[in-house]
């Protein structure tokens, strides 16, 4: 045996290894109820590898759906130790976006999107703000379309205007002096 088929011999296993290190995978299952996420995943040529642990970032979580992508790394290459590092979706991704914009997204459609500009898009069927003290909104103008209901008190700072009349300033017509109801507020 030569040199060259030594060396091939020996560095065979090595090789393997490096090879295993990185695959890719769908998801199968997903298990959420543990510290760090696990999940079933189908590798190459079926192989099917259970308690792959789903890193996630700080701050951020998802359950993803069966059938989506994951990048997975074997440690050293040994297929008994692999995490997941990555898990995408091509169908659902949100495409388009502008160098520096950041968004996040559901397979439903909703969004909430850092755009540039310092625009902020989000789009949702329904939307819950819950807050045990207090909500503030700052800004010159909001703008809204649609039904307003409140329940609870409302406290303007300045003045409230409806179909250009103020509630603080308004007049009514048809008024009659004694205990007689006035007539509908007017614009002033």
């Not at 997903?30 to 696990?38: E, H, L, M, S, Y």
């Not at 002096?177 to 006035?182: L, V, W």
Request: aromatic share 6%; with cysteine; hydrophobic share 35%.
């Amino acid at each position: 045996m030569d040199i060259q088929q030594q060396l091939s011999r020996f560095l065979a296993p090595l090789k393997t290894r490096v090879y295993n290190m990185v695959v890719r995978g769908v998801i199968k299952i997903v298990n959420d109820a543990t510290k760090v996420q696990q999940m079933q995943n189908t590798l190459l040529a079926g192989e099917v590898k259970d308690g792959l642990e789903c890193y996630q970032w700080y701050g951020f979580t998802s359950v993803p759906l069966p059938g989506m992508e994951t990048a997975v790394v074997f440690c050293g290459g040994d297929r008994s130790n692999g995490i997941i590092i990555g898990v995408g979706d091509r169908q659902f991704r949100l495409k388009d976006l502008k160098g520096g914009e950041v968004a996040l997204y559901t397979d439903e459609g909703d969004y909430l999107k850092f755009a540039r500009e310092h625009n902020i898009e989000m789009k949702t069927t329904n939307l819950k703000i819950t807050a045990d003290t207090s909500v503030a909104l700052t800004s010159p103008t909001v703008t809204m379309s649609g039904d307003l209901n409140v329940s609870g008190t409302v406290t303007a700072g300045t003045d409230v205007k409806t179909n250009n009349i103020s509630l603080k300033s308004h007049k009514h017509s048809g008024v009659t002096a004694g205990g007689a109801n006035t007539g509908s507020p007017v614009a002033s």
